[in-house]
């Protein structure tokens, strides 16, 4: 899928982030300050989530994804380093098998400034990670919808409704919603669009 080369590298998102909102911007200088995407850079580091594409709530995580192919491995040799740039050099790692791919992740949430943040690790390269292609989709889709698609999935979001689901039920979309928002980043972006328009719900 075509992104007008926007949000496809970790670079083209840290640029969309410095000149973004507030709360972007404020996400910009705390990735800058602590490092972070550079420390993990040998790991293919990605921020993604809800606040590069302005979705965010007042409580949302900043997401890096990394690639990597022995998760043990991963957390022996960057536990040290990421507990250094942590506030208060708290980390916490969790082990678990992604429902939606059944493939195995290490997380590691710590807090940067005010920020919570969630590094998510698989032995798949990030870009095709279901996070990274579910955040493609929804930018490109954003895109299309402009402001009253960003006020509308904020709405949802509002009420308690997950990203994903969120966009799945303004589609109209049955069936599991991270895996139907994966499958959307198989259609080029036109393609995308025209699917798009036929059954927006707002």
């Given at each position: 899928?075509?992104?007008?080369?926007?949000?496809?590298?970790?670079?083209?998102?840290?640029?969309?982030?410095?000149?973004?909102?507030?709360?972007?911007?404020?996400?910009?200088?705390?990735?800058?300050?602590?490092?972070?995407?550079?420390?993990?850079?040998?790991?293919?580091?990605?921020?993604?989530?809800?606040?590069?594409?302005?979705?965010?709530?007042?409580?949302?995580?900043?997401?890096?994804?990394?690639?990597?192919?022995?998760?043990?491995?991963?957390?022996?040799?960057?536990?040290?380093?990421?507990?250094?740039?942590?506030?208060?050099?708290?980390?916490?790692?969790?082990?678990g098998?992604?429902?939606?791919?059944?493939?195995?992740?290490?997380?590691?949430?710590?807090?940067?400034?005010?920020w919570?943040?969630?590094?998510?690790?698989?032995?798949?390269?990030?870009?095709?990670?279901?996070?990274?292609?579910?955040?493609?989709?929804?930018?490109?889709?954003?895109?299309?919808?402009?402001?009253?698609?960003?006020?509308?999935?904020?709405?949802?979001?509002?009420?308690?409704?997950k990203?994903?689901?969120?966009?799945?039920?303004?589609?109209?979309?049955?069936?599991?919603?991270?895996?139907?928002?994966r499958?959307?980043?198989?259609?080029?972006?036109?393609?995308?669009?025209?699917?798009?328009?036929?059954?927006?719900?707002?």
């Open positions: 899928m075509s992104m007008n080369g926007m949000m496809d590298t970790a670079e083209n998102v840290m640029k969309h982030l410095s000149v973004g909102n507030q709360r972007q911007q404020d996400a910009y200088r705390v990735f800058q300050d602590s490092g972070l995407l550079a420390k993990l850079a040998a790991y293919s580091s990605y921020p993604t989530g809800t606040v590069p594409i302005d979705i965010d709530l007042p409580d949302s995580d900043l997401d890096v994804l990394c690639y990597a192919d022995d998760l043990k491995t991963f957390q022996a040799e960057q536990s040290g380093q990421l507990e250094g740039i942590a506030l208060n050099g708290r980390t916490q790692w969790t082990y098998i992604s429902v939606s791919d059944q493939k195995a992740y290490v997380t590691c949430e710590l807090k940067l400034g005010s919570p943040v969630e590094i998510f690790v698989q032995a798949v390269p990030v870009e095709q990670q279901n996070a990274y292609l579910h955040m493609q989709v929804e930018w490109s889709l954003l895109q299309l919808w402009g402001e009253a698609g960003h006020r509308e999935i904020r709405r949802l979001k509002q009420a308690g409704w990203t994903e689901p969120a966009f799945a039920h303004v589609l109209g979309l049955e069936g599991n919603p991270y895996i139907e928002m499958d959307l980043a198989e259609l080029k972006e036109q393609e995308l669009w025209e699917f798009a328009r036929s059954r927006v719900t707002f």
